[in-house]
């Protein structure tokens, strides 16, 4: 990642237990990021507590942290936002986890059918407002593991598309 002219290794793991565990250049950083679809969230870096507000452009990212913009651009492999192109189909598909804890205001897609990217996929209630997850590139819908009206936590599996 380079972030104002300066390149950072960063390494993400999203275990299976969720959460993320992040390290910076070799160093591991305590993590816990809660972004709406829109982009707005907070952040939570080593105890420190920030507001964040993602503005992505075609391989470019302004990142807004405290009211102060930051320019970033994620290069290699990752660059592709797990594995998507910039119209093309899910590399490896993509696998639709809840972000945070809330109840499901609709499912909007069943097995087997064909989305695009920006397809909305599933509405999520959290703290009294919806949030509407899109599939992040083309595809077809392999598995639904929720309903409406089903609670979910963080880290739960939703939608996965190939």
């Known amino acids: 990642m380079r972030v104002e002219g300066t390149v950072f290794v960063v390494e993400i793991e999203e275990p299976p237990a969720g959460g993320?565990?992040?390290?910076?250049?070799?160093h591991a950083v305590d993590v816990d990021a809660r972004l709406n679809p829109s982009g707005s969230g907070s952040l939570l870096?080593?105890?420190?507590?920030?507001?964040?507000?993602l503005d992505e452009g075609r391989g470019e990212t302004h990142v807004v942290v405290d009211g102060e913009v930051?320019?970033?651009?994620?290069?290699?492999?990752?660059g592709r936002r797990r594995g998507v192109s910039e119209d093309g189909p899910v590399a490896g598909g993509q696998r639709l986890v809840a972000p945070m804890p809330g109840k499901v205001a609709a499912v909007l897609?069943?097995?087997?059918?064909?989305?695009?990217?920006?397809?909305?996929?599933?509405?999520?209630?959290?703290?009294?407002?919806?949030?509407?997850?899109?599939?992040?590139?083309?595809?077809v819908v392999k598995e639904v593991h929720v309903t409406t009206g089903q609670t979910v936590n963080a880290g739960d599996l939703l939608v996965v598309i190939a």
């Open 109 to 139: 897609v069943e097995i087997g059918q064909p989305v695009e990217r920006g397809t909305a996929l599933v509405v999520l209630e959290a703290m009294k407002m919806e949030n509407e997850f899109r599939a992040t590139g083309s595809g």
């Open 20 to 26: 993320l565990k992040v390290r910076v250049d070799g």
């Open 70 to 78: 930051f320019r970033a651009q994620i290069e290699g492999d990752a």
């Open 45 to 53: 870096l080593d105890g420190a507590s920030y507001v964040v507000d």
